[in-house]
Structures are given as C-alpha cells and as structure tokens.
C-alpha cells in the first residue's frame, strides 16, 4: 500500500549512523590481527545447497533442526541462507582445489548470517562475524596461534572483561569410547521423546541442555575429556603449552558443547561477563572429519568465529569503545561561492593525502555550520572565507581542546 511505513523484519541486527561507526571499527579491528598473521580474505556467497549444512553442521544441531532459513529457489532447488562459515568455506577449499597447494590454508572472512532464533538482546536472526580457518595441518602450536588471534582481536576493541574457555574433544577413538559409557548413562535417565531423539544422533548435546532438570541429571554423566587417548591428552597438553608461553589465560571447562557438530579435538569459547544470556563472544575449534564429511580428502582443519554485533555489545557495557574511531579529520566550512569552490579543492587534496575530509554544504548560517561539524566529531574546523582566502591562512581549530592556530592553507596538511 502506497505511504505505509515498513520495519526491518523481526530480529535482524543493522548499523545506521552514528552508531555503525563503532560497528565498523569494532568489525576491522577484530579481524586485523588475522590479516597480519597471513591470512587471506574468502569472499562466499550468503546462501549455499542446504545439504552443504545438514550434512557438514550436523542434523542434531539446533542450527541445522530449528534454525536454518531455507527455501525453494526458481529452478526447484533447495537453497539455506548461511547459519555459519566453516562448512562453506570448506565447500569452496574443495572446489576451488586450494587443498592441492600449499598447507595450511588461511583464509579469513566477515559478513552476515543468518538463524531464525528467537530474538533477544545478542541475539538476532541476521548477525555478523569475522572468521578465520587453517586448513591442512594438525598441529597444536596452530591450534594455539588460532586462539591467540581471536584473543588479539578482542584486545584490539579494547575488551578486557571476558575469559577464554577451552577443551578437548578427541580424536575419534577417545570419542569413540567415551560415547559406550555416556550412552549407557543416558539410557539410565528418563527422557521426552526430542530429547532421546537427539541423544540418539549426538548424545553430547545433552550437555548443553538448559533445563534444570537435565542439567542436574547430567551432573554425574562421563566427561569426555577423562576419556582422552595417550595421543589426544599430549596434542592438548602442548596447545595449553603454547598458550602459557603466550600469556594468554584461559580455564577448562570439560563440559562445554559448541553449536555444531563438526567439532573434534581442541575447542573453545570466549565469554564475555557483562553480556547477560547471550554472552558468547566468539568460539571456535578443530574440525576433522568435516573435509571428508563434504566430498574431500581428509585433512583437519581449526578456526573461530567471533560475534560482531555481540563484541560491539561487550565494548559499549565495558565503556571502551572512544567516539573517535573513523570520524573525519577536518571539516571545512565555506562561506560564499569562492571559498565553496577552495573548499572542494583543498579537501580533494588532502583526502588523496589519506586525511578524512568533510565540507559544510548548502547555504547555512555559520552557527548552523559549526553544529553540523560538532556533530559530526571531526578532529578539526576551519572556516573559510574571503579573507581567508586573500590571506592564505586559517584558522584551525581542535575541537576537544577548543585550541585554534593560525596555519598557512598549503600547509593544512602537516598541521594535521
Ligand atoms: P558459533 O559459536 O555458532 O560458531 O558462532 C560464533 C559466534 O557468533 C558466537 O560466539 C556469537 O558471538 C555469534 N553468534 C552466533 N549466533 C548469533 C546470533 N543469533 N546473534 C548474534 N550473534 C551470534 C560458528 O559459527 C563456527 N562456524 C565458528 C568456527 C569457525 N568454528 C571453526 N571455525
């Protein structure tokens, strides 16, 4: 209907100024470190086969079973809008055959996604994460490396209150028998239909069940990590090895249970303590079977994907997040047609110069000019007038201290 308002659909989570300026710089600061540790981007595309998830996330998984928003394109096919990145990023490795190259391969990716979750605070159907994966190569000081750069990446925005949970979950074998025994311990319990269902494709799930009941149920059950082979329990000791050496501190915690199911080996989880229920700030961990599990060879793999929309969440709580990062160096403000035309040129010189240019537009009075240019939180002002322009000179003014100085106008630049 024509003239009728329309919403963004229920949960999505989207940056509009000013605040997509700390999203942005939340967003390129959690995945700097990736990039100067040599990882290259991957660009993918938001929707995939759906049978690229069922089959690589795992049908036992909440994200595969409730969550996934799937549909019928044109032609009859069935296409997934993309709950994660791993099992996409290892269906492009093996199409694109980057597994014949050099090992590992490190790439690194940052976009939406998408779960039909019920929207809460953190929570949202359509969120983003940056990501990283290393394909090829199973060795703990990679597993470490992997975690120290999403450690980096928090670092980076600033965030200090959140800890860093890690755990193993085995090679096959270790799994192998730790699933007799938990098992034989579930069949104990008395379980609702969905439950046992679900205990049935991947009965470590029911560790990460909610309800108090099963919780207290589950309090005795086997923990997988006593089950730990002689190989397993070394490759875990060295990571935690590499991780003291690194300085980076971090607890076990032996019950925990990632979202997906393609995890073996080394996982962890980055929990942030201002968050509330959605407090999961990243996570990630080693990934086995998954390359052969999707029509590859069988090399592992480890990687990590960090919330955006919730790190951003977790710097605004901690307070650390500066109104400063990407606002304009200098905001030039004209008056009268000939300083309209110095104006465009100065800024088209300086902004080749790499400095952040912004120019009032328009016929407004100076008062309102010099409004438009707090709002905006540029560094610097300058008005720029006749006898500005007969003289040469300007006068700039810092905007926090309110200090201004007489600079030469082809000077601006160093002055900056
Ligand atoms: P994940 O733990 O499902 O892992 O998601 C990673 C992060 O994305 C979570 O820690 C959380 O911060 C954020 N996140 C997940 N769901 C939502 C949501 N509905 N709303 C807002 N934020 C959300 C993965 O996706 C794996 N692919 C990570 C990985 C890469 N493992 C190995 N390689």
Redesign the pocket.
Known sequence: MPGQKISAPKGV?EYVPSRSRAFEFVRENLIAPAKRAGYQLIELPVFEDTELFTRGVGESTD?VSKEMYTFEDRGGRSITLRP???AGVMRAVIEHGLDRGQLPVKVWYSGQ?F?A?RPQA????Q?Y?V?I?AIGLDDPAIDAEVIAIADAGFKAIGLSKYRLEITSLGDAESRAAHRVDLVEFISTLRLDEATAARALVNPLRLFDDKREEMRKAMADAPLLINYLNEASRLQFEQVQKYLNALGISYVLNPRMV???DYYTGTTF??VHELLGA?S??????R?DGLMEQLGGQSLSG??????V??ALLAAEAEGVIGNDAFVSDLFIIPLGESARVKALTIAADLRTHGKSVEIAFGDRALKGAMKGADKSGAKCVVVLGESEISSGTVELKEMKSGHTSSVKIDSLLEAL
């Not at 953190?122 to 159907?125: A, D, K, P």
């Not at 999961?280 to 961990?285: D, K, L, R, S, T």
């Not at 480890?302 to 919330?307: E, T």
């Open positions: 989570s994200v994660e990145g791993t996604f779960r979750e953190g929570r949202y159907r969120f994460q990501g994966e990632r979202g997906l989880e980055f959605q999961g700030i990243g996570g990630g961990g990934y480890i990687g990590f994907g960090l919330g929309d919730r």
